[in-house]
């Protein structure tokens, strides 16, 4: 059974509620009454769909706040970005400060870390 899937494992409880169901006559009859194993199942299976909608509200929860994320983060990185065109326009672009600033972004750069440091000299 390890390896049903979750629609197989439903399908299977399904399956078995309705057989169950069917033939439940003939097990009283016989000296098992399925009645609470049935109900038992039937809640389980609503649970179980109860389960499934949570999830699916929290997978669409996490995909908006992931994208709202995003769409923060960009539009700070912009006006951080902005910051540094503001700092030129108001001291230009040979002042300390704005060649600090642009050194903090170029010390972020992919290609700067990915460079390994030249090997030692021997």
């Known amino acids: 059974m390890a390896d049903l899937t979750d629609a197989d ?3 299977f409880i399904d ?3 309705g057989t169950l169901g069917k033939n439940k006559a003939e ?4 000296g098992w009454d399925p009645t609470q194993r049935l109900t038992s199942l039937v ?3 609503a649970s179980v769909t109860n389960d499934e909608g949570i999830i699916s509200n929290v997978e669409a929860a996490l995909i908006s706040a992931v994208a709202t994320r995003r769409a923060d983060l960009d ?3 912009a006006l ?3 910051s540094i065109a503001s700092v030129e326009g108001a001291l230009g672009k ?3 400060l704005a060649k600090d600033l642009h050194q903090i972004r170029g010390a ?3 290609t700067k870390r990915a460079q390994k440091p030249p090997a030692p000299a021997k």
């Open 75 to 77: 539009n700070n990185y």
């Open 108 to 110: 972020m750069s992919r």
């Open 80 to 82: 951080a970005s902005a």
């Open 94 to 96: 040979d002042h300390p």
């Open 43 to 45: 809640n389980g299976a």
């Open 15 to 17: 399956k078995v509620i």
């Open 9 to 11: 494992k439903k399908s």
């Open 27 to 30: 097990l009283t009859a016989k």
